[in-house]
């Protein structure tokens, strides 16, 4: 299994001093995350995209090049780029580069967005919010099969016989799915032979088993080989249970309450959280050893090849960040790696 981390780049109230942190100095953070991670063995590192005053990276590939030049083998992706509000060509083209620059480490993990201030911001509607995501999703497959692309849609200018470059080191270079709540999305990933990125931060993760199932089943009846699974989650890290709790409380809450209040959530509580970071709740929280618990615990429902934790829900302290990213890589996903390829070996 791979382990990683993503983030949005989040930009709240540093709990510590007080004070908004400035967009200079958590992209600047952000940095030394991903250069911890790379250090310690984490797989892969995800950049999402938002447009919002609360994140800081609406440009990931941006990001992702910056980092590309401070790792050595680290994978680098988005988490995700909303590819219904952007041009296809140029997000082939921006990672094609990054695929160059990092000698064959990115990829593209691409969905239709959970929030919507990109779309008045680049001129679309939201009323074609559906059509624009599966338009252009099958015109950025077309841009990695073929060096030369004839291409037509509804909204975007058709393409004659034109060259798309940079091409890449990777043939073809990965795209990933993400898939939030909507059946219909893991189906699309299946028959596309596409790997799936299944984000969940709420509820029963055993909810979310026939996604999978939905996935692989779609895929098989298209005659693509099982594609890769990854579970996407939130969580934090810290030497013990009750540390973890605590740092990551107040910015969980924070950033769930501001989501809440736009989308008809009631605030969060103390006992919701605690009750989330039980075995079968959606929040990796907790010391090393329940994360690996918990892990594991997932995998038997889901089988994936990936698992990817958003340490940052909310601005923290940036020395407990490093610590999170540091027990991950050290101590979690080898344990985790060895408990799997231990069952695998069974016979």
Same mark, same amino acid.
């Given at each position: ?9 989040? &930009? ?27 250090? %310690? ?17 609406? @440009? ?5 090049? @910056? ?22 060509? &140029? ?40 059509? #624009? ?54 189906? &699309? ?32 009846? @298209? ?21 973890? @709790? ?62 990817? #934790? ?21 101590? %979690? ?15």
């Amino acid at each position: 299994m791979e382990i990683g981390i993503y983030t949005f780049g989040e &930009r709240t109230v540093d709990p510590e001093t007080g004070q908004l942190i400035s967009p200079g100095e958590r992209l600047q953070n952000l940095m030394e995350e991903i250069e911890l991670a790379d250090q %310690v063995g984490l797989d892969v590192f995800g950049i999402g995209e938002h447009h919002r005053p609360d994140y800081t990276v609406s @440009a990931p590939a941006v990001v992702l090049a @910056a980092a590309g030049t401070r790792t050595k083998r680290i994978r680098l992706t988005s988490a995700v780029n909303v590819l219904s509000s952007d041009d296809p060509v &140029r997000v082939f083209q921006q990672f094609a580069t990054l695929d160059l620059l990092t000698q064959g480490r990115a990829e593209i993990m691409v969905g239709r967005g959970s929030f919507i201030e990109s779309f008045p911001l680049f001129g679309y509607d939201l009323k074609d919010y559906d059509e #624009l995501f599966e338009e252009k999703l099958d015109l950025l497959l077309k841009l990695r099969e073929s060096e030369r692309v004839t291409w037509a849609g509804k909204h975007r200018p058709s393409l004659d016989n034109l060259g798309i470059y940079p091409r890449p080191l990777q043939n073809p270079l990965p795209v990933w799915i993400a898939v939030g709540g909507t059946p219909e999305s893991a189906v &699309r990933a299946g028959m596309l032979g596409l790997p799936m990125a299944l984000g969940i931060i709420g509820g029963l993760p055993e909810r979310f088993a026939p996604f999978a199932q939905l996935h692989r089943e779609a895929a098989q009846k @298209a005659g693509h080989e099982t594609p890769h699974l990854s579970i996407n989650s939130h969580g934090f890290i810290a030497d013990s249970s009750q540390e973890a @709790a605590d740092i990551a409380f107040p910015a969980f809450k924070t950033m769930m309450d501001r989501l809440g209040r736009e989308r008809g959530w009631p605030p969060l509580t103390r006992e919701q959280f605690e009750f989330s970071l039980s075995l079968r709740g959606a929040n990796f929280v907790g010391s090393p050893e329940q994360v690996i618990e918990k892990i594991l615990f997932q995998h038997e429902i889901f089988g994936h090849d990936r698992f990817l #934790l958003q340490l940052t829900v909310g601005t923290l302290p940036h020395k407990k960040v490093l610590r999170a990213i540091e027990l991950l890589g050290t101590k %979690v996903a080898p344990a985790v790696k060895r408990e799997i390829a231990r069952t695998n070996r069974k016979p």
